[in-house]
Nanobody
Framework: HVQLVESGGGLVRPGGSLSLSCVAS????????MGWFRQAPGKEREFVSG????????FYRDAVRGRFSISRDIAKNTEYLQMNSLKPEDTGVYFC??????????????????WGQGTQVTVSS
């Protein structure tokens, strides 16, 4: 039974920073790819960033590139999302997700079998 647990959300003013973490536990499963998604009220869940677990290649949606940074600690089975220069439009519930295999379409939430419970990020003055 695989569990993904996010932490680090909160309330921050525009221009501020937050760091999210996601710990994978509960099984010997090896993820090939992990991602971060977010969902704002009334909107669909959207891809934010992703990382190839072994090679460390990273991917970002255009709206966050240059402001957000994804990384992982293989020994700790943990991925991170450092979010800087936050904007009100970054507000939403942030979910981490994992997949044991990934063939393109890493931005499609349907490609990820494993999900965390989500953590709220609110950017507001």
């Amino acid at each position: 039974h695989v569990q993904l647990v996010e932490s680090g959300g909160g309330l921050v003013r525009p221009g501020g920073s937050l760091s999210l973490s996601c710990v994978a536990s509960g099984s010997s499963i090896s993820f090939e790819f992990m991602g971060w998604f977010r969902q704002a009220p009334g909107k669909e869940r959207e891809f934010v960033s992703g990382i190839n677990w072994s090679g460390g290649h990273t991917f970002y949606r255009d709206a966050v590139r240059g402001r957000f940074s994804i990384s992982r600690d293989i020994a700790k089975n943990t991925e991170y999302l450092q979010m800087n220069s936050l904007k009100p439009e970054d507000t939403g519930v942030y979910f981490c997700a994992g997949a044991s295999s990934m063939f393109g379409d890493y931005y499609d939430p349907k490609k990820y079998p494993y999900w965390g419970q989500g953590t709220q990020v609110t950017v507001s003055s």
